[in-house]
């Protein structure tokens, strides 16, 4: 089963959220069951690239499309790595999908359509590169476009065509541009409409994927049934439900070869479900860090993620006084909303030895803040899996989650045995209650070390859901007649 992953990001050379990491561990642990995986991204400007280059192919230029080159690059321990390289598209500041100020490319539609068209390339018998995939996996809007051009590539030609499976890992990013692009961006006149690539008057990546992918997937199965409803939906709602047979929800898994307290080369004092009294000398390193005033007997919140509405951040930011007035401390990490960032740089200021914001991209200060901090904050609005209510849990820091999406899916209270706290919704009461709650559990060293144990013991791991990602590939190709081995 040869499979292409195509991706706009993948940790370490380029993250910018859950993708990154998800791009990082999915193919090696498809690779580990026995398929054949290339992962395909853009050659970004500032990647830091680890590997070998060992071939490079020309794409010549294509109608409107310009000249790229495809690098194969050898990784040890990881499946070979594909970058499309197209300075004049890929080679800019920013992240990959905007500039520095946050301002989305104004030619993603093109960038993007690049990487679709060469992902979708690489399933036909026109691959440049002597490899073909017998599925092509896309992941997100920035791949969306990809089904849509293995289905034109279908129509045309009689030639095996890979089959296509795109993964929503959040389904309010949907990649819209002008439905003018659609002529240079070569799709075809008969997709371009309400059945195919339209919503609202413009062209949406994500809608092209959604309609024209053999499967779709979305990262935690309560997720794949939220986004059937209007109130979850994005507008797609209908979409989804029509297309509800091909529609599944796997559970990402935790690269434990990341995130393990007992290995983190980041921390500073590695700990296991045996050891956890040193996870103390992690909360002692991370309140000198982070200048919090050196109290082992107060509990320590941390939260690291996008600034955001989505995140629930606004709820974590009106309930900083109170819980410094509960006797708390809190760390944050991130960056994203200029109003979020300024009201929890407030509130820094007004507590200054209890609370620490650092804005910014970090990922050694999100390990130590995974390991030192006594509680996780995760009180998303929704949360299509969710990765660090996963890593917390396993580093025995227990998280506080609304009951939505992935968080549902991987956490469940104290109350009924589990290593977290379940808000009853995504409200300020809410978020106050479950925060006292864990408080007041923290002040009982027994019942927490049960809690924090209950986390650790899960079973996080990709095996899993690489297996529930093979049966989906094998399921559509064979729908294709493709008839492949495992
Ligand atoms: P999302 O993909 O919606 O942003 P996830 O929880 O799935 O959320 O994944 C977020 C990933 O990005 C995690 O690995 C988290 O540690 C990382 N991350 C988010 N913000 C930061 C930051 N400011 N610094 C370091 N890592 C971050």
Redesign the pocket.
């Known amino acids: 089963m040869n499979v292409l992953f195509a991706t706009p990001e993948c ?1 370490p050379f380029v ?7 998800v791009s990082a561990a999915l193919p090696p642990a498809l690779a580990r069951l026995g398929a054949d995986v290339r992962v395909l991204m853009p050659a970004y400007g500032d990647m830091r690239l680890a590997g070998e280059l060992v071939a490079t192919w020309s794409l010549p230029a294509a109608g409107d499309w310009p000249a790229a080159q495809l690098l194969q690059v050898h990784r040890s321990g990881s499946p070979a790595l594909l970058l499309l390289s197209c300075p004049g598209l890929y080679a800019r500041g920013g992240s990959p999908y905007g500039d520095a100020g946050g301002q989305d490319f104004a030619d993603n539609a093109r960038r993007f359509g690049l990487l679709s068209r060469v992902a979708a390339l690489l399933g036909t018998t026109a691959s440049p590169c002597g490899w073909r995939a017998d599925v092509v996996h896309a992941n997100d809007w920035p791949c969306g476009l990809a089904p849509l051009f293995l289905r034109q590539a279908r129509e045309a030609t009689g030639a095996p065509v890979a089959a296509g499976v795109l993964t929503v ?2 389904l309010a990013f949907q990649g819209l541009f002008p439905l003018a692009a659609c002529e240079a961006l070569g799709v075809a006149p008969a997709h371009r409409g309400i059945d195919g690539l339209e919503f609202w008057g413009q062209g949406s990546m994500l809608k092209a994927g959604l309609q024209f992918a053999d499967a779709i997937t979305t ?1 935690s199965p309560r997720y794949a049934h939220e986004i059937q409803t209007e109130a979850e939906g994005f507008g797609l709602d209908g979409v989804l439900r029509a297309q509800a047979p091909r529609l599944q929800g796997i559970l ?1 898994g935790i690269d434990t070869a990341v995130w393990d307290p007992a290995t983190d080369a980041l921390i500073t004092e590695r700990y296991g479900i045996g050891r956890l009294e040193a996870k103390a000398v992690n909360k002692t390193a991370l309140q000198a860090a982070c200048g919090l005033a050196p109290r082992r007997d107060r509990p320590l919140f941390g939260h ?3 600034l955001t509405g ?2 629930g951040v606004d709820l974590i930011a009106a309930g900083a006084d109170a819980l410094v007035r509960g006797g708390a401390q809190l760390v944050v ?3 994203g909303e200029p109003a979020l960032q300024a009201a929890l740089s407030e509130a820094a200021a007004r507590h200054p030895t209890h609370i620490h914001v ?1 804005l ?4 050694t ?2 390990h130590q803040i ?1 390991a030192g901090a006594d509680a996780f904050l ?1 009180p998303s609005r929704f ?7 996963m ?1 917390s849990q396993a580093y025995g820091t227990p998280p506080v989650v609304t009951p939505v999406g ?1 968080l549902a899916d991987t956490v469940t209270d104290a109350l009924s045995g589990g290593g977290g706290f379940v808000m009853a919704g995504a409200t300020q009461q809410a978020f106050d209650d479950a925060v006292a709650r864990a408080l007041s559990l923290w002040a009982q060293p027994r019942r927490w070390r049960a809690i924090q144990r209950a986390g650790m013991a899960r079973d996080f791991g990709w095996d899993a859901p690489a297996r529930a990602y093979l049966d989906v590939y094998q399921r559509v190709a064979q729908e294709m007649g493709m008839g492949l081995a495992p």
Not at 15 to 21: A, F, M, R
Not at 383 to 389: V, Y
């Open positions: 940790a993250k910018t959220g859950g993708l990154g990491d890992h959040n990262v990402n690291v993620g996008r989505q995140k990490l991130g960056s650092h910014g991209f970090d990922e200060l999100a995974v995760m949360e299509p899996c969710g990765l660090t209510q890593y992935g």
